[in-house]
């Protein structure tokens, strides 16, 4: 049958929609609200329409945005979310990785859009980070407090948290964490250092408008649906120590361990040789560090040709590291979230900062498929780090999360 003009013109719309139809692989909406979008189409045009439409049908003021730069460029996404989306104010860093509602997921952009009518944030961005004072994060801290307050008229520890995303390569997590908990006072601090898909190169962090590096986000938010802030990991100390006797702490890199060739001595405490040491190694067999009574991971990054350890973390000589025994993940971040849930009384959703070696050690231990499965039936999302914040405290080989309850949070949503 001979195709007539009438009828050609009507299929070119026809493609003309489907081309348009925005591409968000899947939506996600939960008790309190809050909407989760996903996709691994790599059109930043089409998941920003997708953004701006979802963002208007819940109303929400603000957004969260992880993505993997193998998928989608920073300046793409700022681009299209300023032309689609530009009353909506965001916060957001590229990935090692990501948690969706599918749980364990790579090469992924993944928005969380908080409903004006459950959560109120305010937030600012720190560039610069090599050349601030800390004196100058604390006041930015105090600044966005006030902004906030003055907003709602009132400012409650209990019913405020705060986020902080920053540069996973910017060496300066440590102070950067510490400054933005001097001027919380008790409001509880987590969040976590942007990667590369482990390239070691160039991480982005993004904020209306802007796409930096050398920088991080603080995000203040405050709500009526209860939260729990937690960490959790699974490793416990061993009695085998390694004393740094030669570093270079401006770019935590360690040359020597009890004074002898780092990387030579490190693999003898693990049982392996040093020539076989990898990424595997380093997340299987971390090193720890006490603080206040409390074990904390220092995790290695990589392994320099001259046998000297990058680290995650800060380190400098004198620091006396164990070496860590792992503990079965899986039981471990199961017993973690079932805690939870107890004091939440049920989980609606857990906002969860991964640490990249983790994946790498449940990959390792054949166990990633479980821990996907585990985050997937808690609701978890979030993604993968160079490194977690907690309270004062920059961490690795950590998980830290802040989960909203199930009861009061479907309540405000009705």
């Excluded at 590229?94 to 305010?122: H, N, R």
């Excluded at 001595?265 to 040093?274: F, L, P, Q």
Aim: charged residues 25%; glycine residues 8%.
């Amino acid at each position: 049958m001979t195709s007539t003009p009438a009828r050609q013109t009507r299929t070119k719309k026809r493609r003309r929609k489907w081309r348009r139809k925005p591409l968000a692989k899947s939506r996600t909406r939960y008790a309190c609200g809050l909407s989760v979008l996903t996709t691994d189409e790599s059109d930043a045009d089409a998941f920003a329409r997708a953004v701006a439409a979802e963002a208007a049908a819940i109303d929400a003021g603000f957004a969260l945005l992880f993505f993997s730069q193998s998928l989608i460029e920073a300046f793409a996404l700022s681009e299209a979310l300023k032309t689609h989306a530009p009353a909506l104010h965001y916060a957001g860093c590229s990935t090692a990785g990501e948690i969706t509602p599918k749980g364990l997921e790579e090469g992924q952009v993944l928005a969380m859009l908080l409903p004006s009518v459950s959560f109120s944030a305010a937030s600012t961005m720190v560039e610069n980070l090599s050349s601030s004072g800390m004196d100058g994060i604390t006041g930015e801290v105090e600044a966005l407090r006030r902004s906030l307050r003055e907003r709602l008229g009132h400012e409650r520890a209990d019913t405020t948290f705060a986020l902080c995303l920053i540069d996973g390569l910017s060496y300066a997590e440590e102070a950067v964490t510490s400054a933005i908990h001097w001027g919380l006072d008790d409001i509880p601090l987590i969040g976590g250092s942007a990667g590369d898909d482990l390239k070691f190169e160039t991480t982005r962090l993004i904020s209306n408008g802007k796409v930096t590096s050398d920088s991080a986000i603080i995000v203040l938010i405050t709500t009526e649906i209860p939260f729990h802030v937690f960490k959790t990991d699974n490793f416990v100390p061993t009695d085998e120590k390694l004393v740094v006797t030669a570093s270079d702490p401006d770019h935590r890199i360690v040359r020597e361990f009890n004074a002898t060739i780092a990387a030579e001595e490190y693999a003898a405490s693990v049982g392996v040789v040093a020539q076989m040491l990898t990424p595997l190694s380093f997340a299987s067999h971390p090193v720890v560090v006490k603080v206040g009574g409390e074990f904390y991971c220092r995790s290695i990054q990589k392994m320099h040709a001259d046998g000297s350890l990058s680290f995650f973390c800060a380190i400098d000589d004198g620091v006396v590291l164990a070496v860590a025994q792992p503990k079965d993940m899986v039981e471990a971040t199961r017993a973690a979230l079932s805690d939870v849930s107890e004091r939440l009384g049920g989980i609606d959703l857990i906002l969860g900062f991964d640490c990249v070696l983790r994946r790498l050690d449940a990959r390792n231990r054949q166990v990633y498929r479980e821990i996907s499965e585990l985050y997937k039936v808690n609701n978890v999302l979030g993604f993968g780090t160079y490194g977690e914040q907690y309270r004062s405290m920059h961490l690795n080989q950590t998980f830290t999360g802040i989960a909203f309850g199930e009861r009061n949070a479907a309540k405000a949503a009705e």
